[in-house]
């Protein structure tokens, strides 16, 4: 198994600019996760899917910030327009079954480390 | 609301010594405990977790935790540390069954020394 699989690993981008972080969960999970990362404010989940449907964004820091799952293996962060504050490390994990009922672990992304200049 | 704490932001020990690296929960009703290792420029990988039953589970890399219910605690434990052990530790609880929401600690870096 692959496992989750993110790109980019790393993004560089000027304020003001669109930015498409991607994501794969592992084939049959049906939870999706989305988190980011940052020195001041550790690990913060943005978005939880569960199959395919956006359960709980209240994570999301803003209007400027978006995800989707339009099928079962690929979910997408964007971020329109990018500002400095936003550089981060943003990952996706992924779980089989329905998060709020089970207990199982989640699966982690190795992360897209994005900057914001 | 659910939080978790790791009171020590650095763990340093000698490679063969007993590693211990601190969590305690504050949640209410029966918590899904777990803990995950972050190396350098890699996502979070599963150690353990602990759901129901016994109090000391068993997780990957020789790691254990021991859950204790009466000082809302889930310390993390490895008998004889490894150089390969180096890295980021995140301790993370869900309230429960009904949840799934996980709330992570700060993280506790621990440093293997040769």
């Known amino acids: 198994d692959a496992g989750v699989i993110q790109s980019p690993r790393h993004e560089v981008t000027e304020m003001g600019q669109e930015v498409t972080l991607r994501c794969k969960p592992i084939?049959?999970?049906?939870?999706l996760f989305w988190y980011r990362q940052t020195m001041m404010r550790g690990l913060e989940l943005l978005i939880y899917?569960?199959?395919?449907?956006?359960?709980?964004d209240s994570g999301m820091p803003e209007d400027r910030f978006s995800a989707k799952m339009p099928n079962a293996s690929f979910s997408t962060l964007k971020i329109q327009p990018s500002e400095p504050r936003d550089s981060a490390v943003y990952f996706c994990?992924?779980?089989?079954?329905?998060?709020?009922?089970?207990?199982?672990?989640?699966?982690f992304g190795p992360g897209t480390r994005l900057t914001v200049l | 609301a659910q939080s978790v704490a790791q009171p020590e932001d650095q763990v340093n020990v000698a490679e063969g010594n007993p590693l211990t690296v601190k969590c305690t929960y504050s949640?209410?009703?029966?918590?899904?405990l777990f803990w995950y290792v972050q190396y350098p420029n890699r996502g979070l990988q599963f150690l353990l977790k602990?759901?129901?039953?016994?109090?000391l589970v068993k997780g990957s890399y020789g790691f254990e935790a021991e859950f204790n219910k009466s000082q809302t605690s889930f310390h993390l434990k490895k008998p004889s540390a490894l150089v390969s052990d180096s890295a980021l530790y995140f301790c993370?609880?869900?309230?429960?069954?009904?949840?799934?929401?996980?709330?992570f600690g700060a993280g506790t870096t621990v440093t293997v020394r040769a």
């Open positions: 994990a992924s779980s089989p079954g329905l998060a709020g009922v089970s207990y199982n672990e989640q699966f």
């Open positions: 084939s049959g999970h049906n939870s």
């Open positions: 899917f569960n199959n395919n449907v956006p359960i709980d």
């Open positions: 949640v209410s009703g029966n918590p899904y």
């Open positions: 602990y759901i129901t039953g016994d109090n």
């Open positions: 993370a609880v869900r309230p429960g069954r009904n949840d799934y929401k996980l709330s």
